[in-house]
């Protein structure tokens, strides 16, 4: 008499990493699709992600409410048409409660690794150090900008005085009457500047690459326009509509005409350094603020404040001087002077689009190789920015390599999330335990994308200079080279013969519980190199 198959049952039939909005949208889809044993685990003591780390004075979102909200719940409270950060924060809280998720979210709990088995069709996850946690299907909701980057620059640990990173915002110290110096011009810090000009007693600002900016339309809306633009529905549907409209029809243009923007740029940044003259009413000014390289290079930023406070030139100094050093009091520039400063504020980013930073952790496929190498060997990609073939029952949730439209990235979060819930419905109704994106599929899904992005002119001399993260260390261009339309479709009918689905004998997918929370953790430095892992001998 033959034995009867043993039933494996994993600890979770979906674990999701990462509870901020990538997280929490691929839980609501699975909670919509009828699936409740899931789990999010968060490495922060907090759900949100980068809302619930980034709390710099200033921080707000330069998309409005409106459109930056889950298509399935209106965000109805915001103060201001641009949300301060808070404000999302407090959001975030509202629908992580109104979907019942709470008590699904695992804080504190870094994911150190993750393996695929082949004889369980399960994911056997490494939580905080050693914990083994199992899975049927990982759903990596990891976010983009989720590595805070300290500037190599000599001496900055030899620094005496206060030093924090804007992803780190000290909230204890006091900044008042300071001497604060600040490196960085990116979007977060010119949401900053004009608060630091507020109390520091003298600013410094070092810029490397200057920043194209917009004016902000911002203003209240919390007199009843917040109702009306977010509360009643044929309202929101027809702004959302509208913003999402105007969004596709620029990539429609961009799109059609990306081989010929290389030509078409340096005229609109001739028209752009134009518009900053007249904008600042400063000739030396402008000449520092004026970037060379084209708009859009990098993500356009708005601010209204910023420039003006360039103009406090008594307590505000903008310096475009290489720096040399960090000493101990202070930033040594290239002209030899020693800037002398209390807090040194980098504003210098996110490690993004760099070797061992893509994935956070480990992750061996079928294969046992790891994905991270992978990528490194046949560039960076996934079918539809969510699934690799050999890394079966896994989806990333608005962080894979060409996942992103350049829009609001609730879109893309949005999108990518109704990918794995198709995906893992599909399986599950099949009666299978493993469904792998095939390679054809994605191997056309990468031609397509490298082919309609080469030439363009982030890979060429218009964003020459403008160090810009949408492209990689391999010098490709990362975002998705289509217009939200199409992301929307095809993640949400891609076909099914693109997939492959499987069955382990004796395999049924079965829900248990959610445990508890341990220890804090953050991952800040690169991965070590991938050892390859010994298969598990079946
Ligand atoms: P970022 O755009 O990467 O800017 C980092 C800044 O630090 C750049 O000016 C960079 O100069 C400078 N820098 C880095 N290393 C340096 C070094 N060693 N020496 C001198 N300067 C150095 O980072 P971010 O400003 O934090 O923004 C990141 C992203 O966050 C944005 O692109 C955006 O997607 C998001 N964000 C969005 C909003 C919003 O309102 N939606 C607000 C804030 C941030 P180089 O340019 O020369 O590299």
New binding site residues.
């Given amino acids: 008499m033959s034995e009867a198959p043993t039933v494996i049952r994993p600890d979770h039939e979906v674990l999701i990493v990462g509870a901020g909005f990538g997280g929490i949208a691929a839980a609501i889809e699975l909670r919509e699709a009828g699936i409740h044993d899931f789990v999010l685990m968060d490495k922060h003591d907090g759900i949100g992600g980068t809302w619930y780390v980034n709390t710099y004075p200033g921080i707000?979102?330069?998309?409005p409410a409106v459109f930056y909200s889950l298509s399935r719940m209106p965000f109805t409270s915001s103060s201001r048409f641009f949300p301060p950060g808070h404000e999302i924060q407090q959001y975030i809280e509202r629908v992580v409660d109104a979907y019942g998720l709470r008590r699904r979210i695992r804080l504190s709990t870094t994911v150190d690794g993750a393996r695929w088995d082949e004889t369980d069709h399960l994911w056997r996850v490494t939580v905080n150090g050693g914990e083994e946690v199992t899975a049927r299907y990982v759903i990596g909701a990891l976010g983009l900008?989720e590595v805070a980057?300290l500037?190599?620059?000599p001496g900055i640990d030899t620094f005496a005085g206060h030093k924090v990173h804007?992803a780190r915002w000290d909230h204890d110290y006091d900044y008042d009457g300071k001497r604060i110096a600040i490196?960085?011009?990116?979007?977060?810090?010119l949401?900053l500047i004009p608060e630091l000009a507020k109390v520091a007693s003298h600013l410094t600002v070092?810029q490397?690459?200057p920043i194209w900016l917009a004016p902000k339309p911002d203003f209240r809306i919390d007199w009843g326009l917040d109702k009306v633009l977010s509360g009643v529905q044929p309202v929101r549907a027809a702004v959302r509509g509208a913003i999402a409209s105007g969004i596709d029809m620029g990539l429609i243009g961009g799109v059609l005409s990306l081989r010929r923007m290389p030509k078409v740029m340096p005229y609109v940044t001739k028209a752009g350094g134009a518009l900053y003259k007249l904008w600042l009413r400063d000739p030396e000014l402008a000449e520092k603020l004026t970037p060379t390289y084209a708009p859009g290079c990098?993500?356009p930023s708005m601010s209204n404040e910023y420039f003006s406070t360039f103009k406090q030139k008594d307590r505000v100094a903008l310096i475009t001087e290489k720096?040399v050093r960090i000493t101990e009091h202070g930033v040594l520039t290239a002209d030899g002077v020693e800037h002398e400063i209390d807090v040194l504020v980098c504003?210098?980013?996110?490690r993004v689009g760099e070797r061992g930073f893509a994935p956070a952790f480990h992750i061996y496929g079928e294969t046992g190789e790891e994905l991270g190498d992978f990528w490194h060997e046949h560039h960076y990609h996934a079918y539809q920015g969510v699934s690799v073939p050999n890394w079966p029952n896994m989806f990333m949730v608005g962080c894979g390599p060409n996942s992103i439209i350049p829009s609001s990235i609730l879109v893309t979060i949005e999108n990518t999330a109704a990918h794995a819930r198709r995906a893992i419905v599909e399986t599950r109704r099949r009666g299978a335990t493993k469904v792998d994106v095939n390679r054809p599929a994605y191997d056309d899904w990468a031609k397509f994308c490298t082919e309609r992005t080469e030439g363009s002119m982030w890979v060429t001399a218009p964003c020459a200079g403008s160090?810009t993260?949408y492209v990689n260390y391999q010098g490709e261009l990362a975002i998705r080279p289509t217009t939200g339309l199409n992301q929307w479709w095809g993640n949400r009918h891609f076909p099914f013969r693109h997939y492959t689905f499987s069955t382990r004998l004796g395999q049924t997918p079965v829900p248990t519980g959610v445990s508890a929370t341990v220890g804090v953790s953050e991952v800040v430095e690169p991965r070590p190199p991938a050892t390859r892992l010994p298969r598990k001998a079946t």
């Fill in positions: 707000a979102v330069d998309i900008l980057k500037p190599d620059i804007t490196i960085g011009t990116g979007a977060t810090a949401q070092f490397r690459t990098k993500r720096i504003a210098t980013g996110f160090n993260y």
